[in-house]
């Protein structure tokens, strides 16, 4: 049984919740992602994330300002993987919560993340990939 400990990210940008939107967006740009694991400040210790939807939705919608602190746009309660969680289990877990990335830690420390894509590289999790994607996608629609 493969776990997701094989085939996550290790390298991971973060942002901090006193961090504002603007460096957000930035770092998403500049990084080319549109979710950003939310870190307490001097830790690794995971206590939400930001996506690009929680930017508009919750930012530009409601007219706040680029200064706008992370801590009030992102997302919190988030469902997480362990180094030990399998590939089958994140993929059905990314599927039950419709969500494309999930993060992955070492009890509340972040430690990296595995995404549809990392599924999808892999030959042997194309299926598992597919799966997913195609529950998230039609729970959407």
Do not use: C
Not at 24 to 36: E, L, N, S
Not at 101 to 129: F, M, Q, W
């Amino acid at each position: 049984m493969r776990t997701v400990s094989e085939i996550m990210t290790h390298e991971v940008v973060t942002v901090t919740p006193k961090d504002n939107v603007y460096e957000v967006a930035v770092k998403m740009k500049q990084h080319d992602t549109g979710f950003i694991p939310v870190v307490e400040e001097g830790s690794d210790r995971l206590i939400g994330v930001i996506t690009d939807r929680d930017l508009v939705v919750r930012g530009i919608a409601e007219k706040r300002p680029n200064s706008t602190a992370v801590e009030n746009v992102m997302t919190t309660g988030i469902r997480t993987a362990s180094l030990d969680t399998s590939v089958d289990e994140a993929a059905e877990l990314m599927a039950d919560q419709q969500i494309r990335r999930l993060p992955v830690t070492d009890g509340e420390r972040l430690i990296g993340i595995v995404s549809i894509g990392d599924l999808a590289t892999r030959n042997i999790y194309a299926d598992n990939a597919g799966e997913a994607l195609s529950q998230i996608s039609e729970q959407i629609h």
